[in-house]
């Protein structure tokens, strides 16, 4: 079994139990997600099974889109509802929709995050929410990530309702909070559901509950053909033997002319199916392609 599957998480569980729940139903062992979701977040949750695990990281950095609510007046200590308040305020009149827009534009683009206490990022060996669970607190570094659209859906106060597109590890319960800092009422998460990874909708997503049986696995399961956003070499029939053992493939291999200045490729069969994927290097007009991940033939 190979392939990728579009799961909506529910709320209430962890991505990890949604892992178990597709090993269990599926009868196999290798089942990877691509970016977790907070147990109370809900949506679109990418799962890798079989080989399709090799091909994780590249749908781990895709863009994300979000929708979600933020509770104005709100600061709690873990930047969303499910934490305990720390202040309450009235949301003043000077909050109205264009400002709310207003300072949503100002986290639009490139921004710098502090990632929250209960984030996966790691600190000294720990997980931050492992510390923040034992109470403790430690200075994180802020990054660098980027916001591309951060729309207001509606204003009903005091919740104030957003869609966001942004890359990997932004984080929205810090953009609630910082939003609401910058209001000047605080504001924490209080809802949020993921939409899209890449190029792929939630729309297309089966509810985790769907999957009981291998049948309701393989009948849901995507082939990993066309799951990357990656420039695609299309590898002569001659040549395929190379890429299964992991050859690097120079012009001859490769069926038509391709230019790239590097980076990571797909390499496809005459028949569209996924070989590899692999890294370009070389010169422009003619470019040696290493195989990194194969995958090998078929679905």
Not at 8 to 26: E, F, L, Q, W
Not at 183 to 191: K, V, Y
Not at 193 to 209: F, K, Y
Request: net charge neutral; with cysteine.
């Amino acid at each position: 079994m190979k392939g990728i599957l579009l799961v909506d998480k529910p709320a209430g569980c962890t991505s990890h139990d949604v892992v178990d729940m597709i090993r269990r139903a599926a009868g196999i062992r290798r089942v990877g997600h691509t970016g977790t979701l907070d147990p109370n977040a809900t949506g679109l949750l990418i799962l890798c099974l079989g080989q399709a695990t090799r091909l994780s990281e590249f749908l781990i950095g895709l863009d994300k889109v979000y929708e979600g609510a933020m509770l104005l007046g709100t600061v709690t200590d873990t930047q969303d509802i499910e934490g305990e308040v720390l202040e309450e305020h009235e949301v003043p009149d000077t909050v109205t929709e264009d400002r709310i827009k207003e300072v949503f534009a100002g986290f639009t683009g490139e921004i710098q995050q502090v990632p929250p206490m209960v984030s996966a990022v790691k600190s000294g060996g720990s997980r931050l929410y492992a510390l923040a669970r034992k109470g403790e607190t430690v200075d994180r570094p802020s990054r660098t990530v980027t916001v591309h659209e951060f729309d207001l859906l509606r204003f009903e106060p005091p919740k104030a309702y957003f869609r966001i597109r942004c890359t990997r590890g932004t984080y929205a319960r810090t953009l609630a909070h910082d939003v609401g800092r910058e209001l000047g009422c605080g504001g924490t998460l209080a809802e949020l559901r993921r939409t899209w990874v890449g190029h792929h909708s939630l729309e297309n997503a089966q509810r985790a509950d769907a999957f009981q049986t291998r049948a309701d696995v393989e009948r849901c399961l995507l082939s990993v053909d066309g799951v990357l956003n990656l420039p695609v070499v299309v590898v002569r029939r001659g040549s395929e033997r190379i890429v299964a053992n992991g050859g690097t493939l120079g012009p001859g291999d490769i069926e038509a002319p391709v230019r790239t200045d590097g980076g990571w490729v797909q390499i496809k069969n005459e028949a569209g199916k996924l070989l590899a994927v692999g890294q370009a290097g070389g010169m422009p007009a003619a470019p040696l392609i290493q195989p990194k991940r194969v995958i090998g033939g078929g679905s």
